[in-house]
Every structure is written in C-alpha cells, then in structure tokens.
C-alpha cells in the first residue's frame, strides 16, 4: 500500500459533510499529494503515512471557507465611530484618507496578519475582494503572499470608478479608469488564475458596490467574467443609505438594478443581501447567485432594516449562502468560528427558536454553503476523495468544551470561545498544536504595527 503524505488518526469524530459518507465515529483522513486520498472509521485500517497525527480527544471537520473579506482593514481594525452617527458614507470618508496610502508592504502585511489570523481560526479557503488601487501591482503582491502562507485563495480584482464628482461615494484620485480597470483585470487573469479543482489561486472581478462603480463598470465586468468564465463578487442591500442612494439614482431597488446591469447570474456571489424581499430571494436562488454573509459588520455598523439578516430563508428559498467574516475596519475578529458562532445566533434570535439555525447547518454554511458560493463546490468545505486535503482539528478535550459530550458539532458553536488545534490546506500545516506556523510571525506584527501607526497618522505609541 502507498503511503499517504499525511494521516489524521483516531479522531472523535470526522464530520465530512459529504451526504453519503456522514460522520465518521473514530475516524481519520489521508492526505496525498494536496488531495484526499483516504477517509475511515475505526473499523477501516488507515494506510501508512510519512507523518500521521494522533486526533484522539479531537472533532475533524472541512477547513472554514470565508467567503467575503477586506484583509487591507486590520490596519485600521476596530472602527466604531459614534460621531459618525451610523452613516456608511462619513465611515468611508473618514477612512478613505489611511486606505488611500496603502501600498505593497501594507498590502503584504495585512494580508499575512489576515491569514494567520483565518488559519487559526480553523479557516483554509479565503476570499480577499480589495477594491483600492491607489498603486499598481497590490493584486499581484497579495497572490505572492497568500502563496508565502499556504492559504488558498480566491483573489476579487475589485474597483471603484464612480467619483465624487460623478456623483459617487469615492474620492476622485481613487476612482480608476474603466478600461485601464478592465485591462489590468485581464492581465491578473492571465497571469495568476488557475481553473484547476485543485488550484490554489483563482482571480474573480468585484467592482465594489452600486455606491462607487459606474453602470457601465458592472455591465462590462459582467461581460468580462462571461467571456474568461470567472466568477463575480460585489456588495449589495447592505445598508439603508445604499438603498436610498440606489434608489434615488436608478428608481429601483439595488437588487433590481444588478439584474439589469447583467449581475443575477451563476457566475455571481453577493455580500450582505440584508433586505431581500421574498421575491429576490426566489429570484436569488433561481438564478444560482450566491450570498456572503457576514452578521459582525451588519450589527457592529447598526445596519439591521427588519431585523437580523433572513439566512433562514435564503437557506429555505435554496440560495448558497457561506460565511464571510468581512473587513475588520467593520468586524474587527477575523475568526470565521466566530462568524459562524455569530451567524448562528443571531439566525436563533431573528427565528425565535434553536431550530432556525442547528449548528450543524451553520457549519454547513461555513463550509460547503462558502465552497458553493465561491464556485469550488466539491473541491473544498467537504472531506471526500480526491477533494482538496482542507481540514480543520478542533480540540474538544479542553476547558470550554468539558462536559459537552452529547454532540461534538453542536458543542463547536454553542460552547467556546476556541481557536484551531490543527489547520491544513492542501495537507500542509497552517496551524499545528494550536499555535499559526507562519514564518516570521512575530516581525510580521512588529511591521504590522509601525505600518498600522503610520496610515492611521498615530505618532506615539497606542496604548
Ligand atoms: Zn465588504
């Protein structure tokens, strides 16, 4: 029998989330070659392995997939701003200033801060949608990165394109010129994207919002997309100043104005989508687009018309809805267990029951919900043969979780707080025995800091 790179023994349980192999009682995984090669319970004989790990004690399940985020905001993390009074556009406009100094270290820093930070929180896929060009090459600089750190990545070439003096939410030196937008998108394709199931880097176009980016913008991204077969991303319905600008400017509900700019495709995933209407939501999951959510930036910013967002039933109306744990200007946490402990929650309270959101369907959400969405469904966020070897170690055997036996994936969410004890992506180790095997960690959050310090404007030290 060959032996497999890397074996995961004699765990508690393997939660695969593939229909037909379930759970695995005793289980353990292999891992060769970046794939699955082997899954079982204790009653199947695992194969030899060139390194295998004791997970006695441990609940296996799929590596996290985060499905919306901004890495280049945990240089200004933590953004509550009670003087702005809620608004969307004085929040931007007052960080525009520091985004607008971003250059490759920054971009580079935050990015492995970022990442570490996802890895230990048991997440193995992310997406980073970075809209802000105030430099070129920043994209390319992100891709080398995130390949340094061993996260696989879904890289959203985004922009903004409608300035202010065009009436949008945007400072004219930031707003990039749609052809030279277009043609910088084609390169990055050309350059960096790979269509293989088992690629580490995709390239996907992700004009920001209907707030920044001209109609045409959209429309000729849309058309891109189709032409190269790559996926779509933006955010949409996130905030009542976005429904009032949208529907002031177009005479239809942000919804509405994607679908005739060519957007409600299979090609797209949104974020936020707080206040579809049940028939947006049908239309949603007929077309096959997808939906990041990402409850943290939607409570911490107030921005909750009708209550919490309606996961039940986007879920119900059959829309792939992931997780995203969304810039931490906005969210702060870049854990996505939290998000999904979040998720969860919040999905309970606007249900009014612990049946609206079993924590198993907000692990499903946080894994094959976001691999759906992304467009890796099968590749990632599920532990069967031959998908990518993604896989998240958790710890049960610890103080949050003693007692907690009756079921391991329930106890995952309703206990904690709890970080990752084993991430690997592709059967490599991002964190191993609870602690981020990033090089250079520690000068990475030295870096992180004095650069942290120098957009913010901050002079002396913050304590
Ligand atoms: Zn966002």
């Known amino acids: 029998m060959t032996a497999a790179d890397l074996l995961i023994r004699d765990a508690d349980l393997v939660v695969t989330m593939d229909e037909a192999l379930g ?12 794939l699955i090669t082997g899954l079982g319970t204790a009653a199947d004989p695992p194969p030899p392995a060139l390194k295998a790990v004791d997970a ?128 910088d998108c084609e390169r990055l394709f050309a350059r960096h994207h790979d269509p293989a199931p088992s690629a580490m880097v995709r390239v996907a176009f992700g004009p920001t919002n209907l707030l920044s980016c001209t109609p045409s913008t959209m429309t000729r991204t849309a058309e891109l997309a189709d032409r190269l077969a790559v ?3 933006t955010h949409v319905a996130d905030d009542p100043e976005e429904h009032a600008f949208v529907t002031a400017r177009y005479e239809r509900r942000p919804l509405e104005v994607l679908d005739s700019l060519g957007w409600l495709t299979e090609r797209t995933w949104c974020a936020h989508v707080v206040y579809p209407s049940t028939a947006e939501m049908a239309l949603l999951a007929e077309r096959g687009v997808g939906v990041s959510h990402c409850p943290s930036s939607t409570v911490i910013g107030g921005g909750l018309p009708g209550g919490p967002t309606p996961v039940r039933e986007m879920l119900d109306a059959g829309i792939a809805v992931g997780i995203g744990c969304d810039g931490a200007t906005a969210a702060d946490h870049q854990s996505l267990w939290m998000e999904t402990k979040t998720a969860m929650l919040l999905a309970r309270l606007r249900g009014g029951t612990a049946d609206a959101m079993p924590a198993r369907e907000a692990l499903w959400m946080a894994t094959r919900g976001g691999a759906r ?6 590749e990632v966020g599920v532990l069967r043969h031959a998908a990518c070897g993604d896989l998240a170690v958790w710890r ?18 309703n206990c904690g707080p709890t970080w990752a004890w084993h991430t690997v992506v592709g059967g490599r180790f991002l964190v191993e025995d609870g602690e981020p095997r990033i090089t250079g960690l520690d000068e990475t959050l030295r870096r992180h800091r004095e650069t942290e310090r120098r957009i913010q404007g901050v002079t002396a030290p913050s304590l």
């Open 231 to 233: 996926r779509l991303h």
């Open 23 to 34: 759970d695995l009682p005793g289980g353990w995984v292999a891992v060769t070659g970046g």
């Open 56 to 183: 006695g004690g441990c609940l296996v399940t799929p590596g996290l997939v985060n499905s919306h985020q901004h890495l280049y905001q945990n240089l200004t993390r933590s953004g509550d701003r009670p003087d702005l009074d809620g608004s969307l556009e004085a929040w931007f406009w007052h960080y525009f200033g520091m985004w607008s100094q971003l250059d490759e270290e920054a971009v580079r820093l935050s990015t492995a801060v970022g990442m570490a930070e996802l890895a230990w929180s048991g997440c193995t896929t992310t997406v980073d949608h970075l809209y802000l060009h105030p430099r070129p090459g920043l994209l390319d600089a992100q891709i080398d990165e995130a390949a340094r750190l061993g996260m696989r990545f879904t890289a959203v070439r985004g922009t903004m394109t409608m300035g202010e003096q065009n009436g949008g939410i945007c400072p004219d030196h930031l707003a990039e010129d749609e052809d030279a937008y277009l043609a």
């Open 373 to 378: 969405a992304i467009g890796r469904e099968g």
């Open 396 to 413: 049960m055997d610890t103080l949050p979780y003693a007692g907690a036996l009756a079921d391991p994936v329930t106890a995952l969410f």
